[in-house]
């Protein structure tokens, strides 16, 4: 029903930069929050940003001040611009999507996943 879709990830060494995209298509409701999340190997699932209906955003304490996370086209695309990227920032990382006719506010329940786009960053 809904198809969450991200791409922008690469091999880069650290101090770099990377900008991801993601797009939600198909049947969205009026409201829509967006994030992204990142999972490590043998690390559990954490998010890194959301952008809720209203524009309110929050941030891991992990990458406050060197992520940012940003949206375009009535909130159904979102961008994340990484910089000063550090090794431990090297994971999958995935678009999530909650939609809803009423707003939908922080933290959001996401229930459409995007496949992922690896992040690799090199000591």
């Known amino acids: 029903q809904v198809q969450v879709e991200e791409s922008g990830g690469d091999s880069v060494q650290a101090g770099g930069s990377l900008r991801l995209s993601c797009a939600a298509s198909?049947?969205?409701?009026?409201?829509?929050?967006m994030g992204w999340f990142r999972q490590a190997p043998g690390k559990e699932r954490e998010r890194v940003a959301v952008?809720?209906?209203?524009?309110?955003?929050i941030y891991a304490d992990s990458v406050k001040g060197r992520f940012t996370i940003s949206k375009a086209n009535g909130k159904t695309t979102v961008a994340l611009q990484m910089n000063s990227l550090k090794p431990e920032d090297t994971a999958m990382y995935y678009c999530?999507?909650?939609?809803?006719?009423?707003?939908?506010?922080?933290?959001?329940?996401?229930?459409?996943w995007g496949q992922g786009t690896q992040v690799t960053v090199s000591s």
């Open positions: 999530a999507a909650a939609t809803s006719w009423f707003p939908q506010k922080l933290p959001c329940d996401f229930r459409y």
């Open positions: 952008i809720d209906s209203d524009g309110s955003i």
């Open positions: 198909g049947y969205i409701s009026r409201s829509i929050c």
